[in-house]
């Protein structure tokens, strides 16, 4: 019997507001429902989609490696992780990578693994990690701390001690806090995602790292939502150049939609997580280790980042355009890739809701903004289709104002 959705979703923690849709199926950026109706996915299930739906190479590697081997446990080499570990040490500044199965534990490792290198380093009295407003860092009790915003906080007993956040962009305040002698680390986004799309501005990703050589403090990232490839290059701060940190936390896009994350670190602080001091279940398992190199196949081979960069380019340019025929609809256009977040002028939400209507998933983030976070392999084609969608619903936005 058909149900609504009300009903389905009874037995269900209501922990979502969900939009009334389910899906049937999915290829490259378009999403089936089961009403027929097709939607443009450019909320890319929250940046996971790196390579949209149903690309036939992570098809391709699931269905083979499922027909092998599904999971055996940590208590035993896998040759796999061996080899997607390799391939992010090689691409990126680290010795050595945990895997997980979300962005959370990736988190979990990191701020364990900051701790741990001060302890065995002789200093176990830091362990205190400096964030930043506005962060977001997931939902376990020490990423809620982490993140410090209070929505997230409430009404789970006494917040894990051992974070401070900052005011973003408040250097004084970052001086002073930094000059305390517990503090371990400093965690943060390169771009804030669920913030609103806030980028640090490059340079202080090399004042943080100047801080943290300044004073013995290990610099965290936390590239969940902006690594592979997201932001136009492997991981967003190499748009900086030399501001590598010393621990790095990633997910969502490396497993393509399969749960996978991953704690890359230096040697010094990698190697402070002797045998026993961490372990998880899953993270790592045959399957997950599959899909990942699959995922590293595409994203780095020749020439697809770059091919980002200039799809970003276009995408940018298209929505400037916009911005300027709906100044009373859109007031910013952020970010840097195919990371992009919309500033409007009405309620997020209400936008998100009519690029719905228009066939488009979008994704709200803060500070009033909407997430554009289309699949890598998002064409040209299928960007000018996107912004011929996002237009319709900017005119139909614009019209209801006037009218009201
Ligand atoms: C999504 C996200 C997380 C949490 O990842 P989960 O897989 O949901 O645990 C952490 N940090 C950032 C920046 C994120 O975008």
Redesign the pocket.
């Known amino acids: 019997m058909p149900s609504s959705p009300a009903e389905t979703s009874s037995s269900i923690y209501p922990t979502y507001n969900r939009a009334p849709i389910s899906f049937e199926s999915g290829e490259g950026v378009w999403l089936k429902a089961n009403d027929g109706k097709r939607y443009l996915d450019c909320a890319g299930g ?2 996971v989609n790196a390579l949209g739906h149903a690309h036939p190479h992570l098809v391709d590697a699931l269905k083979s490696q499922a027909e092998k081997l599904w999971h055996v446990s940590n208590l035993f080499e896998i040759p796999g992780q061996k080899r997607l570990a390799d391939r992010l040490c090689q691409a990126t500044f680290a010795d050595r990578v945990f895997f997980t199965n ?6 979990e490792c990191a701020i364990k693994t900051a701790r741990r290198f001060h302890h065995v380093n002789g200093a176990p009295e830091r362990v205190n990690i400096l964030t930043f407003e506005g ?6 009790l020490a ?1 809620i701390a982490a993140g410090g915003q209070a929505k997230y906080l409430e009404g789970f007993g006494p917040k894990a001690p051992g974070f401070m956040s900052l005011p973003f962009g408040d250097h004084d305040a970052l001086r002073m806090a930094a000059a305390e002698p517990d503090v371990a680390a400093i965690l943060v ?1 390169p771009v ?3 913030g609103g799309v806030r980028k640090l501005p490059l340079p202080c990703l090399t004042g943080l790292r100047e801080l943290c050589d300044e004073r013995g403090i290990l610099l965290i990232y ?5 690594g592979i490839g997201r932001t136009g290059r492997f991981f967003a701060h190499q748009n900086a150049g030399g501001a590598e940190p010393d621990i790095l ?1 990633t ?2 896009g490396i497993g393509g939609g399969f ?1 996978l ?1 991953a704690c890359l670190a230096t040697e010094a602080a990698g190697s402070a997580m002797t045998p026993g001091t961490h372990g998880t279940t899953y993270g790592g398992n045959p399957l997950a280790m599959a899909v990942g190199n699959a995922v590293l196949d595409i994203v780095l081979d020749e020439g697809f980042l770059e091919g980002v960069r200039d799809k970003a380019i276009l995408f940018k340019q298209s929505l400037e355009s916009l911005k300027d025929r709906f100044p009373d609809v859109l007031e910013e256009v952020r970010g840097t890739g195919l990371l992009i977040g919309l500033k409007t002028v009405c309620p997020n939400t209400e936008a998100v809701a009519a690029l719905r209507t228009e066939g488009l998933l979008t994704v709200p983030a803060g500070d009033n903004v909407v997430r554009l976070l289309p699949p890598l392999t998002i064409t040209s084609e299928e960007i000018r289709e996107a912004v011929q969608r996002l237009e319709n619903a900017f005119a139909a936005l614009s019209e209801n104002k006037k009218s009201a």
């Not at 979300?102 to 988190?107: K, P, T, V």
């Not at 962060?135 to 376990?140: E, K, P």
Request: aromatic share 4%; proline share 3%.
């Open positions: 929250i940046a979300s962005g959370a534990e990736a988190l962060a977001f860092h997931g939902r376990t990423t986004e804030q995602g669920e936390d590239e969940v939502q902006t936390a997910a969502k749960p994350g």
